[in-house]
């Protein structure tokens, strides 16, 4: 079956310092992959996709960076991070329409 | 530009209601999700919906293509379904990209 897995679930950073969220699916596989962000009282926000190893589109420009090292890992990075990354991260993927969520992490930047 | 729009915001009701809450989206879209976020934040998938109806227990979604609509219907309502409702549309292409509303935040009363 497919699955989805995302961690951590809970993260609290300082501003400056590193990030490194991960997901990897089982199931499937060559899927295509996202990363996206909901700020506190908005919508989810995309931030990535990926259609392949290596492959990323960004769709804002932003403090953050994505990886694809695997066809079923993606990685959401950043160098330094600000208060403003603050915020929920999910990373879902789709093949053929059918679409896959992971418990997403709630990051706090301080 | 491709976007979609739920309504209400907000909802309260009181244990045993009907329910309904709305998804409209622009343009065409391949197929419609229906998602529920508990307050830890992690997403669960209810639905996905390309045409008609769809029943699952005491939640049905149903669709209208040529209205480019959506609903999707809780009866019985119970505190447990408390929850942010989230309808995401699948634009498809090779990007697969998903556009997500920003939400009902339901509470049911006991």
């Known amino acids: 079956s497919q699955t989805i897995h995302q961690w951590p679930a809970t993260l609290v950073q300082p501003v400056g310092s590193p990030l490194s969220l991960e997901c990897t699916v089982e199931g499937t596989s060559n899927p295509n992959l996202y990363w996206y962000r909901q700020a506190a009282g908005r919508g989810l926000q995309l931030l990535f996709y990926?259609?392949?190893?290596?492959?990323i589109s960004s769709e804002v420009p932003q403090n953050l960076s994505a990886s694809r090292p695997q066809d079923r890992q993606f990685i959401l990075s950043s160098k330094k991070l600000l208060l403003s990354d603050s915020g929920f991260y999910l990373c879902?993927?789709?093949?053929?329409?059918?679409?896959?969520f992971g418990q997403g992490t709630r990051l706090t930047v301080v | 530009k491709n976007e979609v729009e739920q309504s209400p915001q907000n909802l309260t009701a009181q244990e045993g209601e009907f329910i309904t809450i709305n998804c409209s989206y622009s343009v065409g879209i391949s197929a419609l999700h229906w998602l529920q976020q508990h307050p830890g934040g992690g997403i669960v998938s209810l639905f996905m919906?390309?045409?008609g109806k769809k029943k699952h227990g005491r939640l049905i979604a149903t669709i209208n293509i040529q209205e480019k609509h959506s609903s999707l219907h809780i009866t019985a309502s119970h505190p447990r379904d408390s929850a942010v409702y989230i309808c995401?549309?699948?634009?498809?292409?090779?990007?697969?990209?998903?556009?997500f509303g920003k939400g009902t935040k339901l509470s049911v009363k006991p």
């Open positions: 995401a549309g699948d634009y498809g292409g090779s990007q697969g990209n998903l556009i």
């Open positions: 990926s259609v392949g190893i290596g492959q």
């Open positions: 879902a993927w789709s093949v053929y329409r059918e679409a896959f």
């Open positions: 919906l390309s045409s």
